[in-house]
Structures are given as structure tokens and as C-alpha cells.
């Protein structure tokens, strides 16, 4: 289950808030991308022996193709200080103790202990991770000045540190602050489940919009229901139970080769259409031509449960190839980038729009 190495440091090659991206030699296998989060391992650094799990390098996984650095032995870090009983990675060897917003010990315990309600902020939800970056660009260019928050679950990367993308977007100002909730771990404020991540959110972090997409590495299998994407439909149910307005990116893509992702993903038909048993607007890109027509027809029969809202990409793809430049941020889904996969980013993005109209 577990490929199990030693190698050491060469150097470091780059890195972001809460991780450092390493060069290591295993054995006599040359240079390999190794992974470090310092706040569970401490900072390796050059010379050092790290202890490694290369089952992801092994797999040659694309997001996640990295030996990760599971403890530096002959150096270890300072035991933690400061209040927290949220166990996050529970019962695995890095499981890390955390304050959660609303535990006991939180300042914001008294605020969130008997929060009921979002107050109609709107709540958008995705499939994947990559749909975050276009849907703020869609946000903010209809919007600018909006406040959005991001709550990350755990259905795909557990810490928040993975994402360059977060890393970026807080950077640039574009994204406020980031809520992990679940068993992911990292965020601005960490929260026991989907419902007080999104009442954190709203009530401690003040959003004007709330973006609900798993971490970079959703998980699917090729068959019906065995995809971590489901999440995004019960993600519908709590923003709708908490007074949110939930509104519903569509996962598009006109370069997929798979054919069950091609037009509207059966990810988003699935987690809409059966998972999502409360009312959500479903924001239907108006894409024109013939590929456009078809996105329509696959999107057509969530209307029997949903609200579909046609949206306009008129200067979208203007907007995105703007934050791209302006905010450092790579667009990139599956490995296509924005013009190998236009419609994939113009999907998220006109949700990203739709939610900057609800904004009171």
C-alpha cells in the first residue's frame, strides 16, 4: 500500500505558503520533485536524510506525482503549542491536531455554537478544484471588490498547503481566506464539517460568496457513483439547509476525450441530478454553435429538479486570460490549459457571474 524510501536533500526548488517542493536523491535513482509540509515535518534542507512515501511518484499520478516527505529523523521539529482538539487525518501516521472554529476552544465557538443560517449568501459549488480560479474570475470582473471565501473538503488533496492555486489567489487579494473542513486540514480556519466551514465562512470571514470545489486530485473510477465529485451534490444540500442560495457549476469540457465527460460531465448530471435533493440554481453556459446546443440539451433534464439559469460568456474569455496573467494563477484542467479547453473555463466562470448577480 505504502512504497517506503530514504533519500536525502539536494535542494530546494520552490515553494508557497505551508509547503516547500524539494530535489531529493533515492539511492542511487538519481533526482526526484519531492513534497514537504513543514508545519507537520518541520523544513528540510539540503544534506538532510528524509523518510518518504513514493507511492504517488511510483504511480506517475499528473497533480500528485511527488515523493512526499513523511518526516525528517535526524532533525525533528518542536512539539506543537497553542489549543486545538480537532483531529484531522485521523488515525493515519500524520494525524495533526488543529483549533477548529467551532470547537470549544475557539474564539469563534459563541458565534458559531447555535448559527443557523447563511442569510442567502449565494454558494458556489464544482466538481473540480480547477474550477476555482475561473469562477472568482467570473466573480470579480462582474464584481469587483467582491469578498469570497473558498471551503475546501476533503474528497480530494487532505492540506490546503497543496494548491498553488489558493496560494496564489490569496496573494493577488482574489480570494479572501480559505475554510478546510472534513479530514482536510490547512486552511485559514478549520471546521468539523461542510456545514460550519460554510457558516465559518459567511459568519467569522465575513463572505460576500462562498466557492465549495474539492482539493487538486478528485478521485473517479469510470462508473456511476464511484467518483469523489458526489460530494458537490451534498455540498447543494448544505448550502440549501442553511439559508444559502446554492448555485451549481457545471463541469464542461469540449476537449476531453472521454466520452462521459464530453459536453456535461455525468459527474455534474449525477451529483445534480440524483445527490442534490434540495433546489439550486444550475447556471447553463450560453455557449453557441453546435456544441453550445448540445451542453444545453445534456443540462436540460436537471431542470426538473433545479433552476436553470442561462449565462452569458460575452468578455469571459477576456476576464480569464486577465487573471491568469494578473494573478500568477496557472488554468489548467486535466492538463488542458484555457484555450485547449475553453468551454471548461467559460462554464465555471459564467457561475462565477451568476453568483457576483446575487450579491445583495
Given amino acids: 500500500m505504502i512504497r517506503w524510501r530514504k533519500g536525502t536533500v539536494e535542494n530546494v526548488r520552490r515553494e508557497w505558503p505551508g ?11 538519481g533526482p526526484h520533485r519531492a513534497l514537504a509540509y513543514p508545519a507537520l515535518v518541520g523544513r528540510p534542507e539540503p544534506g538532510d536524510t528524509v523518510l ?26 518542536p512539539d506543537p503549542s497553542g489549543p486545538g482538539h480537532l483531529v484531522k487525518a485521523r488515525y493515519t501516521p500524520l494525524q495533526a491536531t488543529v483549533l477548529g ?40 470582473a462582474a464584481r469587483p471588490g467582491a469578498r469570497a471565501v473558498y471551503v475546501m473538503p476533503d474528497g480530494g488533496a487532505l492540506p490546503a498547503w497543496f494548491s498553488m492555486s489558493i496560494a496564489h489567489l490569496k496573494e493577488a487579494g482574489a480570494l479572501a481566506a480559505s475554510v478546510t473542513v472534513g479530514q482536510a486540514f490547512g486552511g485559514d480556519l478549520e471546521a468539523v464539517t461542510v456545514h460550519t466551514g460554510l457558516l465559518a465562512a459567511r459568519l467569522v470571514l465575513g463572505a460576500d460568496v462562498i466557492v465549495l470545489a474539492q482539493g487538486p486530485g478528485n478521485l473517479g473510477t469510470g462508473t456511476k457513483w464511484g467518483f469523489s465529485g458526489v460530494s458537490a451534490g451534498e455540498a447543494i444540500n448544505a448550502a440549501a439547509v442553511l439559508d444559502g442560495r446554492p448555485v451549481g ?35 447553463v453556459p450560453e455557449l453557441g454553435g453546435e456544441f453550445g446546443a448540445r451542453v444545453a440539451a445534456a443540462a436540460a433534464p436537471l431542470g426538473d429538479r433545479h433552476t436553470l439559469v442561462p449565462v452569458g460568456v460575452e468578455g469571459l474569455h477576456e476576464a480569464l486570460r486577465d487573471a491568469e496573467k494578473e ?18 473555463f467559460l462554464a465555471a466562470a459564467a457561475a462565477g457571474r451568476h453568483a457576483a448577480a446575487l450579491i445583495p
Fill in 19 to 29: 509547503a516547500v517542493e524539494l530535489d531529493v536523491t533515492i539511492g542511487g535513482d
Fill in 52 to 77: 518518504l512515501n513514493t507511492t504517488a511518484l511510483a504511480m506517475g499520478l499528473g497533480t500528485g506525482g511527488y515523493a512526499m516527505v513523511v518526516a525528517v529523523p535526524d532533525r525533528l521539529p
Fill in 101 to 140: 472554529a467551532d470547537e470549544q476552544d475557539s474564539p469563534h465557538h459563541e458565534l458559531l455554537r447555535d448559527a443557523d443560517s447563511l442569510g442567502g449568501v449565494p454558494v458556489v459549488v464544482a466538481d473540480l478544484h480547477s474550477a476555482l480560479p475561473p469562477i472568482l474570475a467570473g466573480l470579480l
Fill in 249 to 283: 457549476s457545471l463541469r464542461v469540457s469540449e476537449g476531453d476525450l472521454r466520452e462521459r465527460h464530453l459536453g456535461v460531465s455525468h459527474h455534474s448530471l449525477t451529483a445534480y441530478g440524483r445527490v442534490a435533493l434540495a433546489r439550486a440554481e444550475i447556471v
Fill in 327 to 344: 494573478w500568477g494563477v496557472r488554468l489548467s484542467t486535466m492538463g488542458r490549459r484555457l484555450d485547449a479547453d475553453l468551454a471548461y
